[in-house]
């Protein structure tokens, strides 16, 4: 009877023992996670960098453009100038010495020309329109809206009546109408004081029209509160004048400021353009 109960019996004490190590491993509580460090910062994603501004140079606009403000480094001061021959090789000079200045530069100078309108004459029995340098003065201002505007005529003295009261009484009523056209579309307007000529230029009474043309200058800028740019000053401290800068001629035809030599005369200007520009905003004008 017992060795007939004997194998049940083991089989049922198995099956107990199973079933209390199944119970005690399903209690037991789970492992721990490993522990991993945290990323380093060099692991981390970086950020990706703002691009970049790129600005206008010299280089990547027209010599006779303007950028917009908004495009140019802030402070930075934006230059037209007009005028005639000597204001386009002036104008050029600048340009190419503008970042040292903080400044951006447009020339519209025109060769060979007037202040006053452009004229008709007859020449061979057929009908030839004169030059005029400040026919698109209005249109240029109204394009570009410069802070400043520079008038330089460095020729005006050639003509034989700029000593005569009443040429020059009508070349300030010409500049004061080009001015009044303009408006606040030419920034701040500044006159020239131009040096006298050198070489082949110099002939006759040719310094005595000079003088004239500056003093009329002058007096035109006292009426209207505007500053002078006194080239003269700079190029011609004595009738002699400074012909040449760091070994190379200023003016190598002997009127257009041009190459290495005129370097220097172009960052003065500049230095004096922003002055004026300083001097407006703190109101010393």
Sequence with gaps: MMRRLG?????????????????????RPPAPAPITSAPTPSALPSATPPPSIVYPTPFSVPTAALPPREALPPGTLRLLVVGDSVASFLGMALRYRQD????????????SCSIFEAKVRIENGKPVRGTSCSEHWIEDAAELHPDMTLIVMGGAFFN?????????????????????????NA?????????YPIKDWRYGNVPAR???????????????????????GHVCPTPACRIESEGKPIRPDGLHFDGAGAEETARWVLGELKRFARE??????
Excluded: H
Excluded at 16 to 24: K, P, Q, R, V
Excluded at 100 to 111: D, H, K, L, P, T
Excluded at 187 to 195: A, N
């Design 7 to 27: 194998k049940p019996l083991l089989g049922l004490v198995i099956l107990l023992g199973l079933s209390a190590a199944a119970f005690f491993l399903l209690r």
């Design 100 to 111: 040292e200045a903080g400044a951006f530069v447009a020339v519209r100078g025109v060769g």
């Design 160 to 184: 034989e009546k700029a000593c005569e009261p009443a040429w020059q009484d009508t070349y300030e009523k010409r500049i004061f109408t080009l001015a009044d056209g303009m408006g606040t």
């Design 187 to 195: 920034g701040r307007i500044v006159l020239t004081r131009v040096p």
């Design 210 to 232: 000079v003088d004239c043309l500056n003093e009329m200058l002058a007096r035109a800028a006292r009426k209207r509160g505007w500053p002078v740019l006194d080239l003269m």
């Design 280 to 285: 407006e905003r703190d109101g010393g004008f």
